[in-house]
């Protein structure tokens, strides 16, 4: 995208240029973005991770399996936790996985996801886990483990907040016909990447554990949601 058009439609939503290029200027050394030629930004390299997960909310469902009792289970401690950067992206690239830590230390989440050990191993280490990190797969967890770990993840909480976005997601589609080409855009874009964020942030917990019919409906919601947003875009110069 060129610069000019992405300061263009970021004042839609409040977001001042030279905050705009700043943030662009800081990206690009992070490696994030990439300049390809003078004034036009892409995806860099170590953006490719975050932005296919960011992309990937739309087949959600299609990433997990049936689940019979297994934990993946992800092992850190040896790592060391004084490089505070290191351990930023660590156990952020943990999370965003739907791993949560134990209080001894390790990192499990049901073993529910469809890709493969080693692909998922890779996915952690491409969103920023150290190589050196222990996975196992399908492990076995005794009674009273078992027990706190499924107790790691807020059920009723994470079930309220597909509720939420699923009625903000109603309440908006009811709204939209009456605003202006502008006030549409910048409402659909700001919910929108609210829910999706919501989305790429979820677990993705078996149906042993959540609603999962409930977090079906939320992702339709915003498939909708999304082909109205992109139609308030279009309109936008």
């Known amino acids: 995208m060129r610069v000019g058009a992405l300061v263009r439609r970021a004042g839609i939503v409040g977001a001042d240029a030279a905050a705009v290029r700043m943030a662009l200027a800081r990206l690009v050394r992070e490696g994030r973005v990439r300049q390809v030629e003078r004034g036009v930004y892409a995806i860099g390299t170590t953006g490719v991770a975050l932005n296919d997960l960011a992309r990937g909310w739309r087949t959600a469902e299609t990433r997990v399996r049936d689940w019979h009792g297994g934990w993946l289970v992800v092992v850190t401690d040896h790592l060391g936790r004084t490089d505070k950067r290191r351990l930023r992206q660590r156990e952020r690239a943990l999370a965003l996985q739907g791993l949560a830590r134990t209080d001894w230390g390790a990192w499990v989440r049901p073993d529910n996801l469809a890709a493969s050990r080693d692909a998922i191993a890779a996915r952690l280490v491409a969103l920023g886990l150290d190589d050196g990190a222990t996975i196992l797969g399908n492990a076995s967890a005794a009674a009273a483990d078992n027990a706190a770990w499924r107790n790691l993840w807020p059920a009723a909480a994470i079930e309220c907040g597909y509720r939420h976005w699923i009625a903000e997601i109603a309440t908006s589609e009811a709204r939209l016909p009456a605003l202006s080409p502008e006030a549409a855009a910048r409402e659909t874009l700001l919910l929108g990447q609210a829910v999706i964020r919501a989305i790429n942030r979820d677990p993705l917990l078996p149906a042993a554990m959540i609603d999962?019919?409930?977090?079906?409906?939320?992702?339709?919601?915003?498939?909708?949601?999304d082909a109205i947003g992109k139609a308030a875009w279009a309109k936008i110069d």
């Open 212 to 225: 999962t019919d409930l977090r079906a409906a939320m992702i339709a919601a915003m498939r909708r949601y």
